[in-house]
């Protein structure tokens, strides 16, 4: 009897978590992160108390909306037992420790690999190339940094329930509920969108994961090029290096590729809540610039509960933004800088080539996806801006004209989207900004190689100098 009640109660407080509609449209990133050890639900927050019989109703209290708000429940604590969602979720945990745990090796790995290499370079440095050889190590480093961040970041949300488990949750109470009766449900309108991300997200994770798997299990003498700078400063027929390079690059691919994907899936779900509040504003503002007694202040109530549902997902992306942003930019313009000091080279080859075509696209995706997620949550944030200013105040009460400033206010005062770390909205003017800012590093990287190659330059290049074990790409 016992355990029926406690298959009864772990299925009823389940369901509120999986029956939620973000956290079932985002199941498949959802899945893809598990895989690659970045996601689990912290126990406390799902753990229930089999001896527990009642739950309290919470109601909504804001329910201007012509659709039933839905039902929450406050759970009594009384005691605590193990169930099998907490089973699950506790070896979700160890997995993704597990997946820590390689994805550290793989980064000692390339560490070790660094002081092996790194000081004959510095010894023999005299060129351009000579720096291109460093800023491929310098890029390196900072791949692998952006990898071991992105897994801290995220497994320190999943621990802590008021992070992605608050997220979810928060998302049937704080989500705009439509006025118009033929608005479809949320889970239908947005699956298209969702296939679609989740198609790029396997597409780009195949080539990623292959880009060293490939080289690393392969001796063909196409890949010969790649394999040397794979294990540079190490023996490619040691299995133990090998083991590590290829268990660990799949736990760091999952981990690098999937989360960008999860943040713009979020980020386009909350677009699609503003969206629907601007219309639903739209329609219930009458040509003469009219609109019904109370309809301002339940607009504003429902755009600030979802401008609070934006400030906590920025809570949990704000860092992720920021250094996926900052390591993709620089990634990108080293890439540049170090295919146009080899670009006489005849030795890389076809396999080479293909490499670098793939990791340069996937370096302009990251950034690329975060600000175009940024602008367009932004954009639509501040879209009811212009039909308020429609709004014919001298036909208002006095308390509405105080409330339809007041939401003005809210959308003129302050910058509501997602952050880079609270250091700047991520907006228009942030991708323009960091445009210009690449723009100006790129053109200072190829003074350097001017400099460098010049016969006047103190450094110059006295011979050529070829040497087997030099990379020119990055992993």
């Given at each position: 009897?016992?355990?029926?009640?406690?298959?009864?109660?772990?299925?009823?407080?389940?369901?509120?978590?999986?029956?939620?509609?973000?956290?079932?449209?985002?199941?498949?990133?959802?899945?893809?992160?598990?895989?690659?050890?970045?996601?689990?639900?912290?126990?406390?927050?799902?753990?229930?108390?089999?001896?527990q019989s009642l739950l309290e109703h919470d109601p909504q209290p804001l329910s201007c909306?012509?659709?039933?708000?839905?039902?929450?429940?406050?759970?009594?604590?009384?005691?605590?037992?193990?169930?099998?969602?907490?089973?699950?979720?506790?070896?979700?945990?160890?997995?993704?420790?597990?997946?820590?745990?390689?994805?550290?090796?793989?980064?000692?790995?390339?560490?070790?690999?660094?002081?092996?290499?790194?000081?004959?370079?510095?010894?023999?440095?005299?060129?351009?190339?000579?720096?291109?050889?460093?800023?491929?190590?310098?890029?390196?480093?900072?791949?692998?940094?952006?990898?071991?961040?992105?897994?801290?970041?995220?497994?320190?949300?999943?621990?802590?329930?008021?992070?992605?488990?608050?997220?979810?949750?928060?998302?049937?109470?704080?989500?705009?509920?439509?006025?118009?009766?033929?608005?479809?449900?949320?889970?239908?309108?947005?699956?298209?969108?969702?296939n679609v991300v989740t198609a790029f997200a396997v597409i780009v994770l195949i080539p990623?994961?292959?880009?060293?798997?490939?080289?690393?299990?392969?001796?063909?003498?196409?890949?010969?090029?790649?394999?040397?700078?794979?294990?540079?400063?190490?023996?490619?027929?040691?299995?133990?290096?090998?083991?590590?390079?290829?268990?660990?690059?799949?736990?760091?691919?999952?981990?690098?590729?999937?989360?960008?994907?999860?943040?713009?899936?979020?980020?386009?779900?909350?677009?699609?809540?503003?969206?629907?509040?601007?219309?639903?504003?739209?329609?219930?503002?009458?040509?003469?610039?009219?609109?019904?007694?109370?309809?301002?202040?339940?607009?504003?109530?429902?755009?600030?509960?979802?401008?609070?549902?934006?400030?906590?997902?920025?809570?949990?992306?704000?860092?992720?933004?920021?250094?996926?942003?900052?390591?993709?930019?620089?990634?990108?313009?080293?890439?540049?800088?170090?295919?146009?000091?080899?670009?006489?080279?005849?030795?890389?080859?076809?396999?080479?080539?293909?490499?670098?075509?793939?990791?340069?696209?996937?370096?302009?995706?990251?950034?690329?996806?975060?600000?175009?997620?940024?602008?367009?949550?932004?954009?639509?944030?501040?879209?009811?801006?212009?039909?308020?200013?429609?709004?014919?105040?001298?036909?208002?009460?006095?308390?509405?004209?105080?409330?339809?400033?007041?939401?003005?206010?809210?959308?003129?005062?302050?910058?509501?989207?997602?952050?880079?770390?609270?250091?700047?909205?991520?907006?228009?003017?942030?991708?323009?900004?960091?445009?210009?800012?690449?723009?100006?590093?790129?053109?200072?990287?190829?003074?350097?190689?001017?400099?460098?190659?010049?016969?006047?330059?103190?450094?110059?290049?006295?011979?050529?100098?070829?040497?087997?074990?030099?990379?020119?790409?990055?992993?």
């Amino acid at each position: 009897m016992l355990a029926e009640q406690e298959d009864d109660i772990e299925l009823t407080m389940c369901q509120r978590l999986r029956q939620n509609p973000l956290f079932r449209v985002c199941m498949p990133f959802l899945l893809l992160m598990r895989i690659g050890g970045a996601f689990f639900m912290p126990v406390h927050a799902i753990l229930k108390n089999p001896h527990q019989s009642l739950l309290e109703h919470d109601p909504q209290p804001l329910s201007c909306s012509l659709e039933a708000p839905p039902t929450t429940f406050k759970q009594k604590k009384i005691a605590r037992v193990r169930t099998r969602m907490e089973k699950f979720e506790l070896t979700s945990k160890v997995y993704c420790l597990f997946s820590f745990f390689w994805v550290l090796a793989y980064t000692g790995r390339y560490v070790w690999s660094l002081f092996y290499t790194l000081p004959n370079q510095l010894a023999n440095f005299n060129s351009g190339r000579d720096l291109a050889h460093l800023l491929t190590k310098i890029a390196n480093g900072v791949w692998f940094v952006n990898v071991l961040v992105v897994h801290v970041i995220f497994l320190r949300a999943c621990s802590d329930k008021s992070k992605f488990f608050n997220l979810f949750m928060k998302w049937e109470k704080w989500r705009y509920i439509s006025r118009n009766k033929n608005c479809t449900a949320f889970a239908d309108r947005f699956l298209p969108r969702r296939n679609v991300v989740t198609a790029f997200a396997v597409i780009v994770l195949i080539p990623q994961l292959l880009s060293v798997w490939l080289p690393a299990l392969y001796n063909g003498p196409e890949l010969g090029t790649l394999k040397g700078i794979l294990f540079d400063g190490f023996d490619p027929d040691n299995r133990m290096v090998v083991g590590i390079t290829v268990i660990g690059h799949f736990f760091a691919s999952f981990v690098y590729i999937v989360p960008v994907f999860l943040f713009a899936l979020i980020g386009l779900a909350v677009e699609g809540e503003y969206l629907r509040l601007n219309h639903d504003l739209y329609l219930n503002l009458g040509a003469d610039g009219v609109i019904a007694p109370g309809y301002i202040e339940c607009f504003r109530q429902k755009h600030g509960k979802l401008c609070d549902f934006l400030e906590l997902a920025d809570s949990i992306f704000a860092l992720f933004c920021l250094i996926t942003i900052g390591a993709g930019v620089f990634e990108i313009f080293s890439l540049v800088f170090i295919v146009c000091a080899f670009g006489n080279d005849d030795t890389r080859g076809v396999a080479m080539t293909f490499a670098q075509i793939f990791w340069f696209m996937v370096y302009i995706m990251q950034p690329w996806v975060v600000l175009w997620t940024g602008v367009r949550v932004n954009d639509a944030a501040h879209l009811p801006l212009s039909k308020l200013y429609r709004i014919d105040q001298a036909k208002l009460p006095a308390q509405e004209t105080l409330q339809l400033h007041s939401f003005i206010g809210r959308l003129t005062g302050s910058r509501l989207g997602f952050t880079a770390w609270r250091m700047f909205t991520i907006d228009a003017t942030a991708l323009l900004s960091l445009l210009g800012l690449y723009v100006t590093y790129q053109l200072l990287l190829f003074q350097v190689q001017i400099d460098l190659t010049s016969p006047d330059s103190p450094v110059a290049l006295v011979g050529h100098r070829t040497d087997a074990n030099v990379t020119y790409t990055l992993l």
